[in-house]
C-alpha cells in the first residue's frame, strides 16, 4: 500500500556487500528496504538489522511496495547476467523516473548498453562502482558513479551518504586521481590481486563516465 511506502532505498541482493552497505547507510538515517531471492540470505539479514530503519521483504511485490516514489534501488549483485536478470523482473514493475544502480563490478560496456536499453523508458540507470570490500561497505566506501545524467538528483543523497567525497563533482577528471588513490589504499589492505583488479576496473569505468555522464 501507498501508506506504507516510507523506504528511501531498496537494496536488491543481500550478500556480504549489500547486508553491509544497507546497515552503513541505515546508520546514516536512510530507511532501507531489503530483498533477495535466496531465503536464507534474506533471513541472515533480518536477524542481523533488527531494530534498524530496515525492512527485509519477502517478495518483490511487498519490496517495491515499501519504497518511496520515485523509486530508488541498488542492486547489489554478482556483475554480468545476474544483473540483467535483475533489471529484466524489476523493469516491468517500475515507472518512469524510478532510478536504478548497479553497484556491482560491472564492465563498462556492459553499463553503456544498459542506458541504452532503457532509452526511452523513462528509468533512470546509474553504474556505481563500490570498492572498499565487506568492511569498507560497512565504515565508508569509496564511490565511484556514472550513467543518465538526470538521475544525479535522485542518487545524490544516497551516494554521498554512503561516501561524502562523492560531490556533485564525483565524476569530474579533477576528483579521479584522488578517487582512485583512495580506492587503491583500500584494497591494497586485503589482498596483493585487489589493486591490480582495481586499476583496470577504474580504467574501464572512466571511459562511460566520461562519455555518458554530465552534470551541474
Known amino acids: ?10 537494496m536488491v541482493g543481500l550478500g556480504g556487500m549489500g547486508q553491509s552497505l544497507a546497515l552503513h547507510l541505515a546508520s546514516r538515517g536512510f530507511g532501507v528496504a531489503g530483498f533477495d531471492l535466496e531465503q536464507k540470505q534474506a533471513d541472515v539479514f533480518a536477524t542481523k538489522s533488527a531494530g534498524k530503519t530496515i525492512v527485509t521483504c519477502r517478495t518483490q511485490a511487498e519490496f517495491l511496495g515499501q519504497l518511496e516514489r520515485p523509486r530508488r534501488i541498488l542492486v547489489m549483485v554478482p556483475a554480468g547476467p545476474d544483473v540483467d536478470a535483475v533489471i529484466s523482473t524489476l523493469r516491468p514493475r517500475l515507472d ?9 563490478n560491472t564492465w563498462f560496456r556492459d553499463t553503456v548498453r ?11 540507470y546509474l553504474g556505481v562502482g563500490i570498492s572498499g570490500g565487506e568492511e569498507g561497505a560497512l565504515y565508508g566506501p569509496s564511490v565511484m558513479p556514472g550513467g543518465n545524467p538526470d538521475a544525479w538528483p535522485l542518487a545524490r543523497p544516497i551516494l554521498q551518504a554512503a561516501d561524502p567525497a562523492t560531490a556533485a563533482d564525483a565524476l569530474d577528471g579533477r576528483r579521479r586521481r584522488r578517487q582512485e588513490e583512495h580506492r587503491m589504499r583500500l584494497s591494497s589492505d586485503r589482498s596483493w590481486w585487489s589493486p591490480a583488479c582495481g586499476i583496470i576496473n577504474i580504467w574501464g569505468r572512466m571511459q562511460v563516465y566520461t562519455g555518458v555522464v554530465r552534470h551541474q
Open 1 to 10: 500500500e501507498e501508506s506504507r511506502a516510507q523506504q528511501r532505498l531498496g
Open 96 to 104: 518512469r523516473g524510478d532510478l536504478l544502480m548497479d553497484g556491482g
Open 114 to 124: 544498459r542506458i541504452s536499453e532503457l532509452e526511452g523508458s523513462g528509468i533512470l
